[in-house]
């Protein structure tokens, strides 16, 4: 060991005071970002919204709506420098975790096509392609497809 104290990984429930720290994660890493009001009303609703922190500082986020035994990953994401070191993988586990713990059988999530890490890492997760939404995302030029993705649950009691 080199000495240097490496902080763990802490995922704590989205408050309206991580909103801004979340906005600015997010709109790092899109070219067409949720919005701080997205956010919020993400809250407001009561979807299952949680922040991925180390030391204090969020490096990313998740978003579920769930509604009865389904889930819907609305969002997610981890700040690019701290990507390529398992945080995702850990964040999205935690997502499908949360949600089968609170009755959901199967989760959903849309992709865009082109963006190949979140689809292997989907895909590493068991996800499998359902289907496809014709212009879902805003493009520089025009829509962009998306690809749905869903998955089966482990149950929980």
């Not at 989205?14 to 701080?36: G, I, K, N, S, Y």
Request: hydrophobic share 45%; charged share 20%.
């Amino acid at each position: 060991m080199n000495g240097v104290a490496v902080l763990p990984l802490e995922f704590f429930p989205m408050a309206v005071a991580d909103l801004d720290a979340v906005t600015a994660v997010e709109a790092a890493l899109q070219d067409f970002p949720w919005t701080r009001g997205n956010f919020a009303d993400s809250l407001h609703a009561g979807y299952s919204a949680w922040i991925a922190s180390i030391g204090g500082e969020v490096i990313g986020f998740s978003v579920v709506m769930q509604v009865l035994d389904e889930a819907h990953l609305l969002n997610i994401g981890i700040a690019s420098q701290h990507q390529g070191h398992g945080f995702g993988a850990r964040l999205l586990r935690q997502a499908m975790t949360n949600a089968a713990q609170n009755g959901a059988h199967r989760m959903f999530l849309e992709v865009r096509p082109g963006n190949a890490r979140a689809v292997a890492l989907y895909r590493h997760f068991g996800f499998h392609e359902i289907g496809r939404r014709k212009d879902y995302y805003p493009a520089h030029q025009g829509r962009e497809d998306a690809l749905v993705f869903e998955k089966e649950l482990p149950v929980c009691r």
